[in-house]
């Protein structure tokens, strides 16, 4: 295979000794007078707001509408700045406005004191009184930096205050970024049966302001999910959105319900014969439940994840979503000849997690607990889904927990695109969590012919995230676009985003365990093969749905090398290969 530049150097991290240059407007804005009397009254409106709330922390939260998507080292420094703290201290979220995609701007939530509300009024009509008598009431790029005007000025006197030359460039630059000032406040979601909440962080426990607001957990059940969130019902989300709605980060639907995409009628009497099992790679597999009497099941280590309440329907449970997605990781070659990659089989350790419909919550901390105890395993595949669009604002509690999974075990997940499923479509829909995970590998399908399936939802994630990450052949309504997988009725033709997901887990399973290549450089790999010239001469169409493009079929494809090459790389006949040690798996027959 070709030679794979990696960075080896050890980072370290290194205060900046430069110091930098003084701050400049930029060269098409400006400050007046009104632009500050303005953001003055937003913050008495602010203050206003809070006096007439119940006194549920210390501080204060308020959030700062940037006129743009903005860097860090664009945000206010003067304003809301605390005493002994610099302003990016405060940061407790980051969202996005609604404005129409391609013109989102930042909305950045601070926690400071009260009486730091009061202390930027007081600069503002500093800075305000300023612009009246030396620069005819607005500050513009040229002068602005007229040395006459604020570079040689030592000092101004404002109700017997001396405010220095920097502080006033400061609060003049905030005021060029931001467009206004107001109390957070969460848009209202329509009904469901639960939601979960999370909170910005005081220094106030959520267990605490469940305890001034003197919630019943017998009225109101509720669940944690770590220090700032909690699943709730929607009786106790309206008393929170009621009471506390400056409080609330993050509103997002706990209610995850497996789709059943439509399969044809069995087309297989007899079963394949399969040989066993011997020192094939393990890829994990996170669905719904497992039918142990499929031909395959010898390469399958079944583990039904349920609780006792789950048990109780296991017997009628529909078992054909998870045993066909572990059917193509398996087989899917044999099943789909025109789809054979050169990877073999692989082993699967199954979880059956839900029959058809599981809590966000409940599933995420079913996913935790099972990759805990199975730090054997690199490549997770996930198939499950919300029909919910993610929001547009933030990162889904779900994918953000498989984000820190990824970075925290060095294992992947590759996570379906989620699926259309309206009968009428207007416009497209975007990925519903968890496809919105940073860390993973999102996965849409296409058709025979490359172009999207007819269900395919769209990315970006926060506007500029590349969701989905890439795309490969998942079939689509018509019979002769489906692919085929093996479930309790037999050799079935199927189509969704859940079963183009596991064949970019086999690819990665062999990088990553065959290949002997870590999680970073599998995953580039396979968006590189999968990112064509047209995609990096920006010629590329329909990246919302396709991704970097459609990874290519067969492994050596990806690693740009040859079918004997690979062979001899897997067989490792010499020392030079001794890392990639591994029989070659069994022939498909």
Not at 246 to 268: A, G, H
């Amino acid at each position: 295979m070709n030679n794979i530049l990696e960075v080896k150097l050890r980072y370290e991290n290194e205060g900046n000794k430069a110091g930098g240059g003084q701050r400049n407007l930029r060269v098409n804005s400006e400050v007046t007078v009104q632009k500050i009397d303005g953001l003055i009254e937003n913050l008495r409106a602010v203050l206003r707001y809070y006096e007439k709330v119940p006194k549920m922390m210390n501080g204060i939260l308020i959030d700062v509408h940037y006129n743009d998507i903005i860097a860090k080292s664009n945000r206010i420094r003067e304003i809301l700045k605390p005493i002994g703290k610099e302003t990016n201290d405060a940061v407790v979220g980051a969202r996005f406005s609604n404005a129409p995609a391609g013109q989102e701007n930042h909305i950045i939530t601070y926690y400071v004191d009260r009486d730091i509300i009061q202390s930027s009024i007081d600069k503002l009509n500093i800075v305000k009184q300023f612009l009246s008598d030396r620069l005819n009431d607005k500050a513009t790029y040229k002068n602005f930096n007229e040395p006459a005007n604020v570079l040689s000025y030592d000092g101004y006197y404002y109700r017997g205050n001396k405010f220095k030359k920097n502080p006033i460039r400061d609060v003049i630059v905030d005021c060029s970024v931001i467009d206004s000032f107001s109390y957070p406040n969460v848009t209202a979601e329509n009904y469901k049966e639960t939601f979960l909440v999370t909170f910005f962080q005081t220094e106030k426990s959520l267990s605490e302001i469940l305890e001034k607001l003197k919630v019943d957990s017998v009225k109101y059940p509720y669940s944690f999910y770590g220090r700032d969130t909690i699943s709730v019902t929607w009786q106790l989300y309206q008393l929170l959105l009621e009471e506390v709605p400056y409080m609330i980060s993050m509103i997002s639907s706990d209610l995850s319900k497996v789709v059943f995409d439509d399969r044809e009628k069995s087309i297989d009497e007899i079963k394949p014969v399969i040989p066993d099992p011997t020192v094939e790679p393990v890829i994990g597999v996170i669905d719904n439940l497992f039918d142990e009497g499929v031909y395959f099941n010898g390469w399958v280590d079944n583990r039904d994840y349920l609780d006792e309440f789950e048990q109780i329907n296991k017997e009628n449970a529909d078992r054909n979503h998870g045993t066909a997605v572990t059917s193509i990781i398996v087989d899917g070659p044999r099943l789909n000849p025109w789809l054979d990659d050169s990877c073999g089989r692989f082993r699967v350790r199954h979880f059956g997690v839900c029959e058809n419909r599981i809590s966000v919550s409940r599933l995420i901390k079913k996913i935790k607990n099972i990759v805990d105890s199975n730090p054997d395993i690199h490549v997770w595949n996930l198939s499950l889904g919300t029909d919910d669009e993610v929001s547009r604002n933030f990162i889904s509690y779900d994918a953000s927990i498989l984000d820190e999974l990824q970075c925290r075990k060095n294992v992947i997940f590759v996570i379906s695109g989620t699926n259309d499923n309206r009968t009428e479509k207007k416009g497209d829909l975007r990925v519903g969590s968890p496809a919105d995970s940073l860390n993973g590998v999102v996965v849409n399908s296409v058709k025979r012919d490359g172009n999207p399936a007819s269900y395919s939802r769209k990315g970006n994630v926060l506007s500029f995230f590349n969701k989905p990450d890439v795309s490969y052949y998942g079939g689509d309504y018509e019979e002769k676009e489906r692919i085929f997988a093996y479930t309790s009725r037999g050799k079935e033709g199927v189509y969704g985003t859940s079963f183009a997901a596991p064949w970019i887990s086999r690819k990665l399973c062999y990088l990553i365990d065959v290949m002997g290549l870590s999680r970073e450089v599998a995953k580039a790999l396979v968006i590189d093969a999968a990112a064509g010239w047209d995609y990096k001469i920006s010629t590329y169409k329909r990246k919302d749905i396709l991704g970097y493009g459609v990874v290519p079929k067969r492994i050596e494809d990806i690693l740009n090398t040859s079918d004997d090459e690979i062979k001899f790389i897997i067989t490792g006949t010499t020392e030079d290969y001794e890392t990639y040690n591994y029989t070659l798996p069994v022939p498909i027959v």
